[in-house]
């Protein structure tokens, strides 16, 4: 199993700022994915980093607002831009397993945004 | 349309028995896979248990088992002999072919369980 870490795991922010949120996997993967959880909410894809090209947004989601690194197979940020209450949520890293018979998601970062 | 379909908000079992979390689905897509997570109230997406479309066998993890009826393209989640630390949201998610080629996982709205004592 791949075993990811996010740093920070909380934070609470003021609005206008940004925040960078680090993410990092035990072994080397293909793809890694960034999910939004907003409060009471299930999760949703925010885009999908492939180390050496430009990550791939959802509908409703765009590189301006939340910038997305992918320099290393394994290592990626997501940087959440000029940030309002409203992004307020969990973001969690997530990649696939090496069978495809598993998604393992990483602890998450706890945003708050004032 | 809605991909993933839990109907039950919250559910409540008590300690040492079964419980069964509903999960629908709706694919055109022969190859697919479907997934049961658990979040504790810490956050984070803990994996259950795996069933992809073409496994004959129903998926089992310990106390965990995945009633799989493909044809009513359902994929329920049965707990066994439950415990306190069973509490958690739950949910069921599918993973899905985008038009990039790349898959994703879309998730359904979760189902809250409580284990009482």
């Known amino acids: 199993s791949a075993v990811i870490s996010q740093k920070p795991s909380r934070d609470i922010c003021q609005r206008g700022t940004s925040l960078t949120i680090q993410c990092q996997v035990d072994?080397?993967?293909?793809?890694m994915f960034w999910y939004r959880q907003q409060p009471g909410q299930s999760l949703t894809l925010i885009a999908t980093a492939n180390q050496g090209s430009e990550a791939t947004y959802e509908s409703g989601f765009v590189i301006d607002k939340f910038p997305i690194s992918r320099p290393n197979l394994t290592f990626s940020t997501l940087t959440v831009s000029n940030m309002s209450p409203e992004d307020s949520s969990i973001y969690l890293c997530?990649?696939?397993?090496?069978?495809?018979?598993?998604?393992?998601f990483g602890p998450g970062t706890r945003l708050t945004v004032l | 349309a809605q991909k993933i379909t839990q109907t039950q908000p919250g559910m409540f079992v008590q300690e040492k028995e079964a419980v069964t979390l509903d999960c629908t689905y709706d694919t055109s897509d022969q190859s697919y896979g479907l997934f049961w997570y658990k979040q504790p109230s810490s956050g984070e997406m803990i994996f259950l248990i795996y069933?992809?479309?073409?496994?004959?066998q129903n998926a089992t993890e310990g106390r965990y088992s995945l009633n799989f009826q493909k044809a009513r393209k359902s994929a329920n989640l049965v707990i066994s002999a439950s415990q306190l630390g069973d509490s958690a949201m739950y949910f069921c998610?599918?993973?899905?072919?985008?038009?990039?080629?790349?898959?994703?996982?879309?998730f359904g709205t979760g189902t809250r369980l409580l284990v009482s004592p």
């Open positions: 997530s990649v696939e397993g090496t069978t495809g018979a598993t998604q393992y």
């Open positions: 069933q992809g479309s073409y496994d004959e």
């Open positions: 072994s080397q993967v293909t793809m």
């Open positions: 998610a599918m993973r899905e072919r985008m038009n990039t080629g790349f898959q994703k996982l879309v």
